[in-house]
């Protein structure tokens, strides 16, 4: 084969390939969010509140399907003390940045004890749990990444999808979502 029939089937051929991938970046283009946004304080990306029985009230601030799945963020709001199970994240890292009161966040063995301010992250993997401690409210800024089904699973749960489940239901429902429940959520007793 001479030289150039040579190199023009090359780049032919580069034509017929690289085509469909365009095409697919494309249509994923598609799906994520062109412009910027702001969300107020006190209000949600999606307008819609999540309340959790746990006694979290979540703000989503960046949806999933704002990212095409690569992040999720909310604001969680918490008054009574106490958190969700210990639990880990099949393919999630999750982070925590304490906006007011306090939390303690538990990442495998360790315990932090964090204040407004503090952050903790979370890899994915690893057993890990939260509780408010203290009295009045507590905020916390969330984040996933990649956001997974977690938007998912905390709007079914909102919904009342965990209600008449037993706990061998919601273990199954949660692994569904792409996380485990590995242990009791933090016991905090207070000091007199």
């Known amino acids: 084969m001479k030289r150039n029939s040579f190199l023009r089937s090359c780049f032919?051929?580069?034509?017929?390939?690289?085509?469909?991938?365009?095409g697919i970046a494309e249509i994923v283009k598609r799906f994520r969010v062109n412009n910027g946004f702001s969300v107020d304080a006190g209000k949600s990306?999606?307008?819609k509140t999540i309340t959790l029985f746990e006694g979290d009230t979540f703000f989503p601030k960046v949806a999933t399907k704002d990212t095409d799945g690569d992040i999720y963020v909310f604001e969680s709001s918490r008054v009574k003390e106490g958190g969700p199970a210990h639990h880990y994240h099949f393919t999630q890292d999750e982070w925590w940045y304490v906006l007011q009161g306090e939390f303690l966040i538990r990442i495998g063995d360790t315990t932090y004890h964090a204040k407004a301010g503090d952050s903790v992250f979370g890899?994915?993997?690893i057993p890990h749990s939260f509780a408010k401690i203290g009295d009045g409210e507590g905020k916390l800024l969330q984040f996933f990444q990649p956001a997974g089904k977690m938007e998912e699973f905390f709007s079914k749960v909102s919904e009342g999808a965990l209600k008449d489940?037993?706990?061998e239901q919601q273990d199954k429902f949660r692994e569904e979502y792409g996380?485990?429940?590995v242990g009791p959520a933090i016991k905090y007793e207070k000091k007199l």
């Open 165 to 167: 489940l037993t706990l």
């Open 179 to 181: 996380f485990k429940r």
């Open 12 to 22: 032919a051929l580069g034509a017929i390939v690289v085509a469909p991938i365009s």
């Open 123 to 125: 890899p994915r993997m």
């Open 45 to 47: 990306r999606t307008d």
